[in-house]
Antibody, heavy 120, light 114 residues
Framework: EVQLVESGGGLVQPGRSLRLSCTSS????????MSWVRQAPGKGLEWLGS??????????EYAASVKDRFIISRDDSKNIAYLQIHSLKTEDTAVYYC???????????WGRGTLVTVSS | DIVMTQSPDSLAVSLGERATITCKSS????????????LAWYQKRPGQPPKLLIY???TRESGVPDRFSGSGSGTEFTLTISSLQAEDVAVYYC??????????FGQGTKLEIK
């Protein structure tokens, strides 16, 4: 059974950094690109970025709105994808989801999400 | 970027009745080389992660009930629930994956029971 479990969320002060993890199981992690998507309170889904597989040099792409502050990485030996967020802003308050992406850019499995609250 | 616009923003339908949600893209998501529409639909229930319902505009994901169907081509698409069940109460999102990045989602349509 495919499972994605996000962790690392919580209450963080503005300006701080945070690293979220997405621990995967039930599939060959190294064969799939991974993405991060967030949903702010009362808002819709916002794609943040993706990381390709080692075959594609683990290249990353980001949404324009976050590309200067967000970094996605992966550790295939641990089956984990990461989202590093720098210079957190109150508007980064959201539930952050990781999602599995296949050859095409839709997402067939999602984690349950981790809540990040940015507040002083 | 391709802009995805859904209508309506919210919808109330009686149990057992048909629900129809529309999604329009700012440019075509039909790939001429393979005649596929790069359009997916997701269901987002409160407190749960999004769930993939439909991809290639009309292909149901494994395990999705057949009361869910997708149709359309080019720039206009429809998600239809043929007979609304209580568990279908959710927000539904369309997403294009034709020109990426970025992936873009519609703003969502909230479906409730009348």
């Amino acid at each position: 059974e495919v499972q994605l479990v996000e962790s690392g969320g919580g209450l963080v002060q503005p300006g701080r950094s945070l690293r979220l993890s997405c621990t995967s199981s039930g599939f060959t992690f190294g064969d799939y690109a991974m993405s991060w998507v967030r949903q702010a309170p009362g808002k819709g889904l916002e794609w943040l970025g993706s990381i390709r597989t080692q075959t594609y040099r683990e290249t990353t792409e980001y949404a324009a709105s976050v590309k200067d502050r967000f970094i996605i990485s992966r550790d295939d030996s641990k089956n984990i994808a990461y989202l590093q967020i720098h210079s957190l802003k109150t508007e980064d308050t959201a539930v952050y989801y990781c999602a599995r992406r296949g050859s095409f850019w839709f997402f067939d499995y999602w984690g349950r999400g981790t809540l990040v609250t940015v507040s002083s | 970027d391709i802009v995805m616009t859904q209508s309506p923003d919210s919808l109330a339908v009686s149990l057992g009745e048909r629900a129809t949600i529309t999604c329009k893209s700012s440019q075509s998501v039909l790939h001429s080389s393979n005649n596929r529409n790069y359009l997916a639909w997701y269901q987002k229930r409160p407190g749960q992660p999004p769930k993939l319902l439909i991809y290639w505009a009309s292909t149901r994901e494994s395990g999705v009930p057949d009361r869910f169907s997708g149709s359309g081509s080019g720039t206009e698409f429809t998600l239809t629930i043929s007979s609304l069940q209580a568990e279908d109460v959710a927000v539904y999102y369309c997403q294009q994956y034709y020109i990426v990045p970025p992936v873009t989602f519609g703003q969502g349509t909230k479906l409730e029971i009348k």
